[in-house]
């Protein structure tokens, strides 16, 4: 079982205390293969849909598209999915595009995506690259009414922790990143993001950022590769209110659109996949409390397994020992 986080998040039961919200609005996945490049200096840059477009510090800068992207939409409350090249009934996109399926789905106070993406050949100036969103834009964002009848306070953020790896071969960069926009009670928008990325180019160059009031660390490990060392851990917190808890009254809304990027672009048997951030996350940090518990497969030879679950969170909680 690994924990996931709120607001995006990897599929599987969620913990919930009580049904103390409605939820009205819609969302998007779209697959497609772009062209990809390692250069962008600087931070990571997001398009207007919350959409990753540079990863920052020369990682990668995502191109034009190449092909048609396959795009699916749907409304909340409920679920929708998509598959690319995995058989009947699903999409297909033409090679180098791998392999992908997405599954989005809305909780009480969440939406939640699984996700899975293959991308056979690295440094080919091309990448797989998954996009989904939680509202996108204008009337189509996420509103979620508190109806329980009393005020509900606690902190509000983003959280994502994840294991990647390289598969023993460089050129590699792999990883996802959060971005959403989340107001509450009329208020004025704020920006949850959390950037994790790392690779195997020369030098082993990373790209972390979080928003907000923000922690974060990357390390990589299992060394003794030509390139370095084949795997990492990352994690990285974003709380918004500058760290303080908020209260939404009886009555009142929060409401949010935003989007999870997820972009391949390794070798044969690279991946990289979630982990519970309690036991992964440095002990004191203070963590949303919303949580989700996933059963995720292993990665597969080809394939960039994830997930991610952005803020909207009420309850104080803190990052227990790492077990």
Not at 111 to 130: E, L, M, N, Q, R
Not at 258 to 264: F, K, M, N, P, Y
Request: with cysteine; glycine share 18%.
């Amino acid at each position: 079982m690994r924990i996931a986080f709120a607001f995006l998040f990897l599929g599987g039961a969620y913990l919930a205390f009580g049904a103390p919200f409605t939820v009205v609005g819609g969302g998007n996945i779209s697959n497609a293969l772009w062209n990809f490049a390692n250069i962008g200096a600087g931070g990571p840059v997001f398009d207007a849909s919350h959409n990753l477009t540079v990863i920052g510090n020369n990682l990668g800068t995502v191109g034009v598209v190449n092909g048609v992207p396959v795009n699916t939409a749907g409304n909340f409350p409920g679920a929708f999915s998509q598959c690319i090249n995995l058989g009947a009934g699903c999409g297909a996109i033409a090679a180098p595009f791998g392999t992908a399926s997405t599954n989005e789905f809305s909780g009480n106070y969440f939406v939640g995506f699984y996700f899975a993406i293959g991308d056979p050949t690295a440094g080919d100036g091309k990448a797989s690259i998954t996009y989904a969103g939680a509202g996108n834009g204008g009337a189509n964002q996420i509103t979620f009414t508190n109806t329980s009848g009393n005020s509900v306070t606690g902190y509000v953020g983003a959280v994502l922790a994840i294991h990647g790896f390289f598969g023993g071969q460089g050129g590699a960069v792999v990883g996802a990143a959060l971005d959403g926009a989340i107001s509450w009670n009329g208020g004025n928008a704020q920006e949850a993001t959390v950037v994790l990325f790392g690779s195997s180019l020369q030098g082993q160059p990373t790209s972390t950022f979080g928003s907000g009031v923000a922690a974060g660390n990357l390390s990589y490990f299992n060394c003794g590769f030509a390139f370095g060392c084949n795997d990492f851990i990352a994690w990285g917190v974003s709380l918004l209110n500058n760290g303080q808890k908020i209260t939404i009254p009886n009555g009142q809304t929060l409401t949010l659109n935003g989007a999870l990027s997820v972009i391949a672009d390794p070798p044969i048997s690279s991946g990289i996949f979630s982990l519970d951030p309690n036991g992964t996350v440095t002990p004191g940090t203070i963590l949303p409390d919303f949580g989700a518990n996933e059963l995720a497969p292993e990665p597969s030879t080809l394939a960039l397994v994830g997930g991610a679950l952005l803020a909207l969170v009420w309850k104080r909680t803190r990052a227990r020992q790492r077990s």
